[in-house]
């Protein structure tokens, strides 16, 4: 298989934007969705309280939408290069001898006895990937560490969904070794060395708090996989995992359009009054500190002031005033001592 394949030349940049086009009105959608689930759950919500949690609640159940496809890509991208490079190897092994055998010595010396570490590399690779898009492409501010992890650890289960369809369906790639890993990893994330049942309690129950994250990300590629393979964008000929890959590279410029077009803000409103997570204190100063010094020092000032009216009313600054204009002003310590006689 060429690199061409790969790519796919013929997915030109109409079918692109279709296809775009299409992956936005789908994650748009699930959007509109959880926020409408959203809305009724608030309504046992205190009248006062209300339309804070609507937002609070409405931009985190968003937000950790948003992770599941970012995760998801993320795990797909390793998926994506170990079926690349495990395609090449078992190309080249039916060309020993051949110049490009020879030309990619060193690729098959390291898979043939290093394969086990090089998976476990994109791994880590896949976990920096997803740092960086949920914290500088596309920040995430409003879910916390913890929310993160669950929902990155049902994005490896959601990819392990798809990979077990493809073995149904009868896809001719070996995905056991990189389904194996990703179990191991979630088995690891509900049990651990120093995990106490009660642990093993609060991750499960995170993972069916998310499921609904779950099957929205499951229905939207579903669909945009039947659009794309249909209508020739995706590659039948290529590894169907590729085009699931492909797929999710769409739905994260879609996230990545939505997120900082900010039209979820169009939707539900900031409340009036509303700080965001660690801006709290931040205008403490203003708010309590300065605002209680502007009155303490107004208070003192209009004593002093009344006072300074009251002495200009009896006569004390009509005097100097006189004298000022008799004697001239001068701010030389004898001139203050002569004003002192003069009163």
């Not at 959007?31 to 985190?60: A, C, H, P, Q």
């Not at 039209?263 to 203003?286: A, C, F, H, M, S």
Request: with cysteine.
């Amino acid at each position: 298989m060429t690199v061409d394949a790969y790519l796919n030349p013929d997915f030109d940049t109409t079918e692109k934007l279709i296809f775009l086009c299409m992956s936005f009105a789908m994650v748009t959608l699930c959007v509109f969705t959880i926020l409408g689930g959203v809305r009724i759950s608030v309504m046992s919500v205190d009248r006062k309280e209300r339309r804070r949690e609507l937002y609070d609640r409405s931009m985190n159940r968003v937000q950790r939408f948003y992770e599941m496809i970012i995760s998801a890509t993320s795990v797909m991208s390793f998926s994506c290069a170990y079926i690349i490079c495990n395609h090449i190897y078992s190309v080249l092994q039916g060309e020993v001898g051949s110049a490009e055998y020879e030309l990619f010595g060193t690729f098959i010396s390291i898979w043939e006895g290093w394969k086990d570490f090089v998976l476990l590399l994109f791994i880590c690779i896949s976990c920096v990937l997803n740092s960086i898009l949920d914290r500088i492409v596309i920040p995430l501010k409003k879910i916390d560490k913890e929310e993160k992890a669950s929902v990155r650890m049902l994005g490896m289960f959601y990819v392990i969904c798809i990979l077990l369809y493809l073995n149904v369906i009868g896809d001719e790639s070996e995905y056991s070794p990189v389904m194996l890993y990703y179990l191991g990893l979630m088995v690891g994330r509900f049990v651990y060395f120093d995990a106490s049942f009660i642990d093993f309690l609060l991750a499960l129950k995170n993972v069916f708090k998310n499921l609904y994250l779950l099957i929205f990300g499951l229905l939207i590629t579903g669909i945009l996989c039947y659009f794309g393979f249909e209508n020739g964008y995706l590659l039948e000929r290529n590894y169907y995992l590729i085009g699931a890959f492909y797929t999710h590279l769409f739905m994260l410029v879609s996230v990545f359009v939505l997120h900082h077009s900010h039209l979820i803000n169009l939707i539900v409103r900031k409340p009036r009054g509303y700080k965001e997570e660690g801006e709290e204190g931040e205008n403490d100063y203003e708010d309590g500190g300065y605002d209680g010094y502007v009155g303490e020092y107004d208070g003192e000032y209009d004593e002093g002031y009344e006072e300074e009216y009251e002495y200009e009313d009896e006569g004390g600054y009509d005097e100097y005033e006189e004298y000022e204009e008799d004697e001239g002003y001068d701010e030389s310590p004898d001139a203050y001592e002569e004003y002192d006689d003069y009163e």
